[in-house]
């Protein structure tokens, strides 16, 4: 999948009818479960999360495949509207000094089966989809282990009381964005009205998105320590859910916002103690780096693999692709990212040691005379991958020049991955 920035079997197989017959066998065999594939995310960034403070993001993506009332193929609904689907959640690690992306420490794949007609505030928390919230960095707190300090980060769905409660512990840190202007104990207010100082201003750019165009945003932030208070609607879980939970509270807001836009105004809840203007500044910064986790979701399918392409007929196996596919959006982004160097990512997460035989046999040809055309990263690391795929691609390899992208990536794989396979054959 990472060689071909595909998950279509018939391409992934070469068009090899035996091939494809045997990818169509592993999707299907019921040995091979989602939990072992999702269990299975967690081998690489095991290891590298050594000795790291990890930011741990986790989120949601709907995946829409095409389906006719005659042909549902097994999917449930999603969102509001027709489509039929599935649903991925992953948690993505990044190294919290460089943003290198670890690798994937968690997360479910599920459709929904049929509707729930129990009110949901009559549900307990473990029959909802919410409970995700809270499953997902538990489940990571094994894979996560060795790393000195871990961070989780999401947005605003994710701000339950009970996650609060249940999910930090010592090294293990929340850092959400409020959904709500909860209640606090400060003068029987809310977060809106809690005593906070300045912590000073910043300039930001801010990326494009549907419906905002990227622009320079003017930050004011405010931070502080607040005291949650239990909502009424938990109150009859009794003593087991603690009445009130102590947190910092970095308030953030934009000023002079342009006149069609919507002025930013984030209230990021952590367990970090924040004593001063730095630390309020680095909980923001540590936030942002939450879009990462966006385009994840986008190389698993509009920019990279397309997955939403799939023409598997059954749910099943449509879940397996999708956890299989997971992880190689993630090796994928890796591999763009280390196209400056920072990673120290080993060139065997994405390649196997015959494709890595054979880029050592191309890069003479590739790098030139000087030592500016000359591949500047450690041998057999990504980093150095990278730089030959982006040669084939049709980088120049200059330093000056604008860094290869995710297309010429694309097509620097395609190239190679022919390449590769000529070069497999050349004793036969």
């Known amino acids: 999948m990472v060689a071909r920035e595909s998950i279509c079997l018939r391409r992934l197989a070469g068009g090899r009818r035996g091939g494809i017959v045997g990818f169509s066998r592993f999707l299907a065999n019921p040995r091979i479960t989602v939990a072992a594939l999702i269990e299975g995310w967690g081998a690489d960034i095991a290891e590298a999360c050594a000795d790291r403070h990890v930011l741990a993001i986790q989120d949601t993506s709907e995946i829409n495949f095409t389906t006719t009332k005659e042909r549902d193929r097994g999917l449930g609904e999603i969102g509001k509207g027709v489509g039929r689907g599935m649903l991925l959640h992953a948690m993505l690690g990044l190294d919290a000094e460089t943003g290198g992306i670890l690798g994937l420490a968690s997360g479910r794949v599920w459709t929904r089966k049929g509707r729930v007609t129990t009110p949901h505030q009559q549900r307990p928390l473990s029959e909802k989809e919410t409970h995700r919230w809270l499953t997902t960095p538990q489940a990571a707190k094994a894979v996560l282990h060795r790393a ?212 050592h046999a191309l890069l003479p040809e590739l790098e030139g005379k000087t030592a500016l055309q000359k591949n500047p990263h450690p041998p057999n690391s990504l980093a150095w991958a990278g730089w030959i795929v982006a040669k084939l691609g049709g980088w120049d390899g200059y330093p000056k020049s604008k860094p290869p992208g995710p297309i010429t990536f694309r097509h620097g794989l395609e190239y190679f991955r022919s390449i590769a396979r000529g070069w497999k054959l050349r004793d036969v």
């Open 148 to 359: 000195a300090m871990v961070t989780e980060i999401s947005d605003r769905e994710s701000d339950l009381y009970e996650k609060w409660a249940y999910v930090p512990e010592p090294g293990f840190h929340i850092l959400t964005r409020a959904q709500q202007d909860r209640a606090i104990e400060e003068g029987g207010g809310t977060l809106s009205t809690a005593p906070l100082r300045l912590a000073g201003t910043a300039s930001v750019e801010l990326r494009g998105r549907p419906g905002r165009p990227a622009r320079t945003a003017h930050l004011v932030a405010r931070f502080g320590r607040v005291t949650l208070k239990r909502p009424r609607h938990l109150a009859k879980q009794g003593e087991g859910l603690a009445k009130t939970i102590e947190v910092s509270l970095v308030e953030v807001t934009e000023v002079g916002a342009p006149p069609d836009a919507e002025p930013i105004l984030w209230r990021l809840l952590t367990t970090h103690a924040i004593e001063d203007a730095a630390m309020a500044w680095r909980v923001v910064g540590w936030y942002r780096q939450r879009w990462t986790i966006e385009q994840f979701f986008r190389t698993l399918k509009q920019q990279g693999l397309q997955l939403e392409d799939s023409q598997l007929e059954s749910a099943e196996r449509l879940i397996k692709l999708t956890a299989i596919a997971a992880r190689a959006a993630c090796a994928i982004m890796q591999l763009v990212q280390a196209r400056d160097g920072q990673s120290a990512q080993p060139a065997k997460i994405v390649f196997s040691p015959a494709e890595i035989e054979t880029l």
